[in-house]
């Protein structure tokens, strides 16, 4: 197996995956090792919240969550003599291996990537679960010199994403001290300053907001879910925020490092704000502003599978 294998042309892999490493080196799965079958890009795991009344028959369902899904790819390479033999499964092994090259806590994960043939390409975070355990061989085999393996990679996000991010710029017409602020590309027009977002994904997305001063209290609301942030906070010229809305990682930060996450208003739909499939009206209002200030939006289309 190569030990870097060049996509400068990705149409010419479709229908096939690619692994990448924690370390980011991108291996194909195609060619020389061959995956004879590959599973569990689908659906995910559900996992249904109910509660049930006293005198109840049945329960009433309440919640959804998605749990961790499990790939696995059964996979085959043919050697010809001893020493290649030993060779692919080193190689096999040190691909595999978790925290590749890296000595972080929590151990990173890899990325299973899957290219299709009608040019859209998926990805999934995941960690190497099982495999290769390189089953017992015997020596007068015609095959004795091949490995055909399950390799097993545990998704502990279940949600599959286009790994092309997407972003959409507020910026001011000209006009200094107010907004509202309009969009910097080709939208379905709204009122009182409103835009649609047509958000593509099947299942919600978790934007990063990055704010540019002259700024004084942003408000983004996204009008078609209810759910608004606002920072109470003023940023000068040249100044920016970061307003990061992945889960497990809310943080709001200025950019010389300063924590403003005390400045998000009470209000604020912080630990849930996102984007729903199909159209989201956005709309942002601010003081102080100038031809300078404006805030981006950017997030990743998620999936529910493959």
């Known amino acids: ?47 249904y919240v109910t509660e049930r009344g006293p005198f109840q028959h049945g329960e009433t369902v309440k919640d959804f969550f998605l749990r961790p899904r499990t790939l696995q790819l059964i996979v085959r390479r043919s050697g ?37 043939a009608n040019g859209a390409v998926r990805e999934l975070f995941v960690y190497t679960s099982e495999g290769p355990g390189f089953p017992g061989r015997t020596d007068d085999s015609w095959d004795q010199w091949s490995i055909q393996d399950v390799i097993r990679f545990t998704a502990y996000d279940p949600i599959a994403r286009d790994p092309k991010p997407v972003s959409v ?18 939208s379905s027009p709204g009122s009182g300053g409103s835009q649609t977002i047509n958000y593509v994904g099947t299942f919600l997305a978790l934007p990063t907001i990055f704010i540019t001063g002259p700024i004084i209290s942003p408000l ?52 849930t704000f996102h984007l729903t499939t199909g ?12 031809i300078a200030s404006n805030i981006l939006l950017t997030w990743y289309n998620r999936y529910i599978g493959a």
């Open 279 to 290: 159209g989201n009206v956005l709309q942002v209002t601010a003081g102080g502003t100038s």
């Open 169 to 186: 710029t507020f910026q001011t017409t000209g006009v200094t001290g107010t907004f509202p602020l309009t969009f910097a590309w080709t």
């Open 1 to 47: 197996m190569p030990s870097n294998v060049p996509f400068s042309d990705p149409r010419a892999y479709v229908d096939r995956s690619t692994y990448i490493t924690p370390d980011g080196v991108e291996y194909m799965l195609s060619s020389p090792l061959f995956v004879l079958q590959e599973d569990g890009w689908g659906m995910p795991p559900v996992e």
């Open 220 to 271: 983004i609301t996204n009008i078609t879910t209810g759910e608004k942030i606002q920072l109470t906070f003023s940023l000068n010229a040249a100044e920016y925020a970061t307003i990061d809305l992945s889960y497990g990682n809310k943080t709001v930060v200025k950019n010389d490092g300063t924590n403003l996450i005390g400045y998000v208003s009470s209000d604020s739909d912080l630990a």
């Open 80 to 116: 010809c003599s001893r020493s290649e033999y030993w060779d692919i499964r080193a190689k096999l092994l040190d691909i595999l291996r978790p925290g590749r090259g890296l000595a972080s806590t929590p151990p990173s994960p890899g990325i299973l990537r899957k290219y299709l």
